[in-house]
């Protein structure tokens, strides 16, 4: 089973950005697609994006297109999540979440426990 940290959340100007981290253990990273999300309270669970085990692939919210950055270093167990031109909207609880496939998009069987980004206007 595999277990899931996310890192490197806090609290950021409006337009800023933040490097999220999320480490992998349990099973090999290596063989499956990885994907973030996030969620506000009260809010529905909101996918960002995710990129397949080889990193050749990659899909996006358009919420999030051409501002968040889904990346992978399969050496170090380690998905990131690049986060340019942040946005009030953009506060929520940011999670990392393991696919069942190297290419599964939609699918996902392990969580971690979330950082926190917020941003200020």
């Known amino acids: 089973q595999v277990q899931l940290v996310e890192s490197g959340g806090g609290l950021v100007q409006a337009g800023g950005s933040l490097r999220l981290s999320c480490v992998a253990s349990?099973?090999?990273?290596?063989?499956?697609?990885m994907a973030w999300f996030r969620q506000d309270p009260g809010k529905d669970l909101e996918f960002l994006g995710v990129?397949?085990?080889?990193?050749?692939?990659?899909l996006y919210a358009d919420s999030v297109k051409g501002r968040f950055t889904v990346s992978r270093d399969n050496t170090k167990n380690t998905l990131y999540l690049q986060m340019n031109s942040l946005k009030p909207e953009d506060t929520a609880v940011y999670y990392c979440?393991?696919?069942?496939?190297?290419?599964?998009?939609?699918?996902?069987?392990?969580w971690g426990q979330g950082t926190q980004v917020t941003v200020s206007s």
């Open positions: 979440a393991s696919g069942y496939g190297c290419n599964d998009f939609t699918n996902y069987g392990g």
């Open positions: 990129i397949s085990c080889s990193s050749t692939r990659t």
């Open positions: 349990g099973r090999t990273f290596s063989y499956y697609a």
